[in-house]
């Protein structure tokens, strides 16, 4: 009889730890859709650029839209319907500031958006425009007193992801190990372009450093990598050259016999037909300055644009 009783307690027993085990395990690993959410964060990037430094932070975990598509100007971009309606229904939108897109703030406000805006230009030291340049006064498209073309620059590419992080995490908590780790993957992957770019250019004599541009959008980047890019434009795309700075160009372009005249995806090419003509250089590669070309391009991710 105490056998019996044994054995049917054990069995009694038994089952308790097995509940109690399965009921720990649902507390400590949860139901399936805590770890994959059921409904994707929806988010808004102003331009190409920043919309793919959104999908390699926010992976599976968000769905990204651009306003501004690939080898379009957000400079001379005007804002439709449709727009409005994909920002209202946003939870997030990630934008560049510094006055680059002139259009946002309007979007916003007509749109009745109440998504979290990451702007990924926070904590960056900007470029101040040179004063001597006026070249945007007068258009819609203003930029201020500040270079916005941040993102011409790894290490500002740096600030931006960071700044994406901690929005992303502050919109989604749940996914925040996966932000982060994806985050610094992505820094190592920027490391390693700008390595390589070091490298291209140290096979570049340094007076023959110098491309001529049709858009003065490269001052990051000329910074970073030590060399020069003088552009017809001003900042913006939107503002045409003057014969004066077309003639201060080409007076550059002779004295240090610039080899190639380079234009951007984004361009008038023009500009550059016509700055080859006056100098003698011959029409180079294209350059890519505001926005990522589409998939079948050459530069369809900001690390193959760079």
């Known amino acids: 009889m105490f056998d019996l009783y044994l054995k049917r307690n054990n069995i009694i027993f038994n089952r308790r730890v097995l509940l109690g085990g399965l009921a720990l395990a649902a507390l400590a690993f949860g139901p399936a859709h805590a770890q ?51 920002v209202r229904e946003a939870d997030v939108l990630i934008v560049n500031g510094l006055g680059f897109e002139g259009f946002v703030p309007r979007l ?30 007068g258009h819609s498209h203003d930029h201020g007193k500040h270079d916005p073309h941040a993102w011409q620059s790894i290490e500002a590419a740096r600030t931006f992801v960071a700044n994406i992080r901690d929005g992303l995490i502050a919109a989604d908590p749940s996914g925040e190990a996966i932000f982060r780790a994806n985050t610094e993957r992505y820094l190592a992957e920027l490391d390693k372009v700008r390595g390589e770019i070091v490298a291209m250019l140290a096979s570049i004599p340094k007076d023959d450093r110098l491309a001529i541009a049709n858009h003065d959008a490269f001052r990051y980047f000329t ?3 030590g060399i020069r890019i003088e552009g ?34 984004i361009a008038d090419p023009r500009i550059a037909a016509q700055l080859a003509k006056e100098t003698g250089a011959k029409l180079g590669g294209v350059l890519y300055s505001d926005a990522l070309t589409d998939e079948k391009g050459p530069a369809p991710t900001y690390l193959a644009m760079m």
């Open 36 to 86: 994959t959410p059921t409904k994707k964060l929806a988010v808004v990037a102003s331009f190409s650029i920043l919309a793919d430094l959104g999908k390699e932070i926010g992976g599976d975990r968000i769905e990204v839209k651009s306003l501004v598509g690939p080898n379009a100007d957000a400079h001379v971009y005007r804002a439709t319907p449709q727009d409005a309606k994909l």
């Open 108 to 137: 916003i406000r007509a749109s009745g958006s109440k998504a979290r805006v990451i702007t990924v230009t926070n904590g960056l030291k900007p470029i101040e425009k040179p004063k001597s340049g006026g070249h945007d006064h």
């Open 223 to 225: 910074r970073d990598f």
């Open 232 to 265: 017809a434009r001003g900042l913006s795309t939107e503002a045409e050259p003057s014969a004066k700075d077309i003639a201060r160009i080409v007076r550059i372009a002779k004295e240090r016999k610039a080899k190639a005249v380079f234009l951007e995806n």
